[in-house]
Every structure is written in C-alpha cells, then in structure tokens.
T-cell receptor, first 115, second 112 residues
C-alpha cells in the first residue's frame, strides 16, 4: 500500500510568490494533518481535517496560509505571498479513525526555501 | 495548555548498551502514546504505540507507560549506530480530538 504522497519534494521560490504544496493521504484514512518543522520550533501542527472538514486551524500562522481538502484523496497547503521566514520542511500526515488510537503516518515532506 | 516534554539531549550511548528515552505529559486524560523516530533529513516514522499501563515490547524496543506519574519511556536494547536519530514522543489527549501533541524530541547518538 502506498504511503502518504507529497509534492513537490523541494521548492525554491522568491519572496512574494505563491507556493502550493500537495498531499495525497493513505487510502481509507479519515484524518489529514499539515505540519511545519524547523530547527528552532520543532514540529508544529498547522491544521487538520477529519473527513475532509477542517477541524482545527489554530496553528496556521497568519492569513497568508490556507489549506483545502476538496476530497478524501487530496489536500493542498497554499502560502500567498511567501516570505523567507516560511522556509521550513512541511509534512503531511494521515491517520485512521477506526481503532481510536489516532496513530499518524507521515509523508516524505516538502522542503521549502523562500529567498 | 497540553504539553509533552522531552529532554532534547543529545543522549550518547555506546554500541550494545540500553538507551532510555523519557517523556512526560501534562494531561491525565491522555489516551494513547506514540514514539516516532526521525533520521536527519527524513520524515518521522512510527515505531511504537502504547495505551495501557505497563510495558510493551517489540523486538529491541520496549515502551513503558505510567499514567499515574504521567510519563512514557522508550528503551532500546543492544543499541546500534543505526539507531542514531531524533526520537519524538506524541500523545493523543482523547475525546473527539484526533490530533497528537508532539514533544520536541530527544537526539540519540550511538557510538561504535
């Protein structure tokens, strides 16, 4: 079974440009999470969805960030406009709901560099 | 504020020794507990979960949970250089919340 798929794996962009990160969760998983990881702040939860509905977006740093999940197999995280301080590794993770354990499985991440 | 605390390390152990990683959490209502391993430049990988008090063993790994003291630990027996990584503790606080709260991780270095 394929794991969580993220694209692109690396993104280099200039300040002010729009960035779109993509994620395909594991089939059958009910939860989808977007994280950001930096050396300084560690792993930060940005937003998560349950059955395609956003549940908690309190971790989204500001209005420049938005996330959507139009269907069970696809989600996007968009940054517009991007800033150098957005440089980080962005992970998508998915989780099944059936056993009530909520273990998460992470994708390979997108390394974003904003110059 | 629900928190998960870990010693950042680095924790250095010789090859073949037992590595002991510890984690404390703030909410007694916590339901399930996870250990992730993250190699440098890679994504976190789930290695163990536990939800009942006591020990759970999987190969060289043992997770220990003590809900009364609000701590969870991970023991790695016969440590190998390939175990060198950052280990993240994560906690699900139960109820209807499906998210995990992650600690900042402990960096483990196993010296040959």
């Amino acid at each position: 079974d394929a794991g969580v798929i993220q694209s692109p794996r690396h993104e280099v962009t200039e300040m002010g440009q729009e960035v779109t990160l993509r994620c395909k969760p594991i089939s059958g998983h009910d939860y989808l999470f977007w994280y950001r990881q930096t050396m300084m702040r560690g792993l930060e939860l940005l937003i998560y969805f349950n059955n395609n509905v956003p549940i908690d977006d309190s971790g989204m740093p500001e209005d420049r960030f938005s996330a959507k999940m139009p269907n069970a197999s696809f989600s996007t995280l968009k940054i517009q406009p991007s800033e150098p301080r957005d440089s980080a590794v962005y992970f998508c993770a998915s989780s099944p709901q059936d056993r009530g354990l909520y273990e998460q499985y992470f994708g390979p991440g997108t390394r974003l560099t904003v110059t | 504020q629900k928190e998960v605390e870990q010693n950042s390390g680095p924790l250095s152990v010789p090859e073949g020794a037992i590595a002991s990683l510890n984690c404390t959490y703030s909410d007694r209502g916590s339901q399930s507990f996870f250990w992730y391993r993250q190699y440098s430049g890679k994504s976190p990988e789930l290695i163990m979960f536990i939800y009942s008090n006591g020990d759970k063993e999987d190969g060289r790994f043992t997770a220990q949970l003590n809900k009364a003291s609000q701590y969870v630990s991970l023991l790695i027996r016969d440590s190998q250089p390939s175990d060198s990584a950052t280990y993240l503790c994560a906690v699900n606080y139960g109820g209807s919340q499906g998210n995990l709260i992650f600690g900042k991780g402990t960096k483990l270095s196993v010296k040959p």
